[in-house]
């Protein structure tokens, strides 16, 4: 028997209207969340592409850093502007070329990247990814101007833009928007007056500012400082060069570019490896006082020595019980999150600091060894695109005014000077030259500033006991006589006859203030009195001591001088076959309104006070306590003490050091040697050293360093 169920259902229809209605609605909420994953898609993309070109600006700003203040160091060296090879890559329009293959800013990734994962034909998503080949796209200068930056020269570029320089030098002007120009001839003037604190016609070369809001520590962010600011301005924008592609629209930023030019002016600077807390010989600093910061290339601070603030280049090591700030550090003060600790618990500036934690800044100091003694290491240079060539800029034995050099000597087996050459500025601003025998042989001519006194066979007594310089003679031929006081005869008998069977007469002038003495040691010097120089140029016709405030004390070893290089050009270390320079009468340099600096690479040694007599500062002077002549003492070593080994020595104002930023072996600043070249004991160096506050405080000659910084112009800032 078959059986089965057969179910009942009840009747029913469909609307197909209703399955149409229901369908288009699914489709449309299907196309709209497709629609909206789409636009959800795009506005990732862009957000990635704006993040991906903000990376890339980023990196190309750095690499900017990194290149432009070598190509401005290029622009001043010689043989700059000589051809279109060497010329072309030192403009901005390079600069900006290099810094995108610096910055790898062409390619997301890398070839080898590309081939370490293997993929065949790989193919980009990223459609801002292109050769970037069109620097003019991405680089430009501010409106209305054209080309690749705008100069902060001459003229105000708008509000939000540093104050700028002035040059009246068209060659200077015209070149500063192509190249980086680096140069004396800008200076600070009218235009730039509401920029800085200090009149620009007393200050025109540097003036007083606000320091960057950086955190490399050469000083506080808006704490005033003595500087000249360079600068440029351009806008970037990397997406431009893409925008047909990618269609992203991207404001242009706008940067400005600036090389802060820094004469040094803390207490203690130096680029090379330094040691702070100990002298040489072990001993503690014990009558120390530092006020300021401490700029060192690398550092170590010893025992528990307490200064105020240090900022290094290549680093520190401080020792547990040092405190700088008054922070001591068990683990470096580098570690991240330990400044901004300090900065949100003290709400103070952190007073350790190494330029490379501030980005897109980097602190530059202008060292140049031993050639900064010597004006003989270098030749003359030519065809240089800036109006101030390298070395006139950083060498400062080339920047003074006065040059007092030894020229001829007694033998090839006798080094004895016999005369030295000294030249000076005269107020037309030429420089003059004379020769100053140091012996009774005969010459030929008389040099600046004699004046006759008598004839032959007459007599002349000089009645102050300052000793004078004589002379005897006519024209063709003159003897000489230095130190002379009392009474002399101007004879044949007295000093020989120089020119026979003409009459003669007698002459004398201001004792010259330079001569050769020896040391008890037997070692043959160059003395020098710096305070008989400026009753000297007045009666030789020279310029004032404003003017002639300088002076370079070296051997003339060349080919047109004494023509033996391995022989007489001094060795640095010093020796003691080499010359030394011995400074006496240099207490009171109030005489040299504008400072005094001497640069010589002879071993120095210091034989009396030296600038101990305070005067009136200048008007606007605002700093608290002495003001002294600014003055500056350079030398490869110094000793203290001419006559006898001194019992103890004071030191006031800064000390720098020019040791080569790749040494080993550390500078210890501090560290102060006698005649003998014994180490002064500690408790017998009694130190006060200073930052410089005022322009007006900065010596003739003086170390430079360079603070470049880059920073974006944003309208909230202005």
Same mark, same amino acid.
Request: proline share 6%; aromatic share 10%.
């Given at each position: 028997? #078959? ?180 140069? /004396? ?19 025109? /070369? ?80 014990? !009558? ?59 709400? =103070? ?28 290491? *270098? ?131 201001? #004792? ?36 002639? *405030?300088?002076?370079?004390? !070296? &051997? ?6 004494? !023509? ?11 020796? =003691? /076959? ?32 030296? !600038? ?24 490869? @070593?110094?000793?203290?003490? &001419? ?46 050293? #200073?930052?410089?506050? *005022? ?16 920073? @974006? ?6």
């Amino acid at each position: 028997m #078959r059986t089965s169920s057969i179910r009942q259902y009840q009747a029913g229809y469909i609307s197909t209207l209703l399955v149409l209605a229901t369908g288009a609605i699914l489709t449309i909420l299907t196309v709209y969340a497709y629609k909206t994953a789409i636009m959800a898609q795009a506005v990732q993309t862009q957000v990635q592409l704006r993040v991906d070109y903000s990376e890339k600006e980023e990196a190309i700003l750095r690499s900017i850093v990194a290149i432009a203040p070598n190509r401005a160091i290029r622009a001043m060296q010689s043989e700059s502007n000589s051809s279109d090879a060497i010329r072309n890559p030192l403009r901005w329009e390079d600069i900006f070329k290099e810094s995108l293959v610096l910055a790898n800013a062409r390619t997301s990734i890398s070839p080898q990247m590309m081939n370490s994962l293997g993929i065949e034909n790989f193919t980009r998503g990223n459609l801002g990814d292109s050769a970037l080949d069109q620097t003019g796209r991405i680089f430009a200068s501010i409106s209305p101007d054209t080309g690749y930056v705008s100069a902060g020269i001459n003229r105000n570029l708008g509000t939000g833009y540093p104050y700028p320089l002035t040059s009246n030098d068209a060659t200077t002007s015209s070149r500063d928007s192509i190249y980086p120009i680096i140069s /004396n001839q800008k200076i600070y003037g009218s235009l730039a007056q509401a920029g800085v604190d200090l009149p620009v016609g007393s200050y025109p /070369n540097f003036n007083l500012m606000k320091y960057p809001n950086i955190n490399f520590g050469y000083a506080k962010p808006g704490e005033k400082f003595v500087a000249k600011r360079n600068w440029w301005a351009f806008s970037v924008d990397v997406a431009d060069h893409d925008d047909d592609q990618t269609y992203l629209a991207r404001l242009k930023r706008n940067f400005v570019f600036s090389i802060y030019e820094i004469p040094s002016q803390l207490a203690i600077s130096a680029s090379s490896f330094v040691s702070l807390g100990q002298f040489s010989g072990g001993s503690a600093w014990q !009558n120390v006082t530092i006020e300021g910061g401490i700029f060192a290339g690398k550092a170590e601070v010893l025992g528990n020595t307490a200064i105020n603030s240090l900022a290094s280049r290549r680093g520190t090591n401080l020792s547990e019980e040092s405190t700088v700030g008054g922070q001591s550090f068990t683990a470096s003060p580098f570690t991240p999150g330990v400044r901004e600790a300090y900065q949100i618990t003290s709400g =103070a500036f952190f007073p350790v600091s190494q330029s490379s934690e501030s980005g897109r800044s980097a602190f530059i100091p202008i060292n140049r060894g031993a050639e900064f003694f010597d004006r003989f290491a *270098h030749e003359v240079e030519s065809n240089v695109i800036s109006s101030t060539s390298w070395n006139d800029y950083s060498v400062g034995s080339l920047q003074c005014a006065m040059r007092l050099d030894v020229t001829a000597v007694q033998s090839s087996t006798n080094a004895t000077p016999t005369m030295l050459r000294f030249q000076y500025f005269l107020t037309s601003g030429v420089r003059a030259s004379m020769s100053v025998p140091l012996t009774t042989a005969t010459q030929s001519g008389l040099p600046a500033g004699y004046v006759k006194i008598c004839d032959e066979n007459q007599s002349y007594s000089f009645s102050s006991t300052t000793p004078v310089d004589i002379a005897y003679g006519a024209s063709g031929g003159f003897t000489f006589r230095q130190g002379i006081t009392g009474t002399i005869t101007f004879n044949n008998n007295t000093f020989g006859d120089p020119l026979v069977g003409t009459f003669k007469a007698g002459y004398w002038r201001p #004792r010259a203030p330079f001569e050769v003495k020896m040391l008890a040691s037997g070692q043959t010097c160059i003395a020098l009195y710096p305070e008989r120089i400026p009753s000297f140029l007045t009666t030789i016709g020279a310029a004032g001591s404003s003017i002639n *405030h300088s002076i370079a004390i !070296n &051997v003339d070893y060349s080919t047109s001088g004494l !023509n033996n290089t391995e022989k007489y050009k001094p060795y640095i270390p010093c020796t =003691a /076959n080499d010359y030394g320079l011995i400074l006496k009468e240099c207490a009171n340099l109030t005489q040299f309104t504008k400072g005094f600096s001497i640069v010589t690479n002879l071993r120095l040694y210091i034989g009396d006070d030296f !600038n101990t007599v305070a005067t009136n500062p200048p008007a606007g002077y605002t700093p608290v306590g002495y003001y002294y002549p600014p003055c500056s003492l350079f030398a490869p @070593e110094k000793r203290y003490g &001419v006559d006898i080994d001194p019992f103890s020595v004071i030191l006031g104002g800064q000390i720098g050091s020019l040791a080569s930023d790749s040494a080993t072996t550390a500078v210890r600043p501090l560290d102060s040697k006698n005649l003998s070249g014994n180490a002064i004991p500690a408790s017998n160096i009694i130190v006060n050293l #200073r930052p410089i506050a *005022h322009p007006s405080e900065l010596p003739p000659i003086t170390m430079m360093n360079w603070l470049v910084v880059l920073e @974006e112009r944003r309208k909230e800032f202005y």
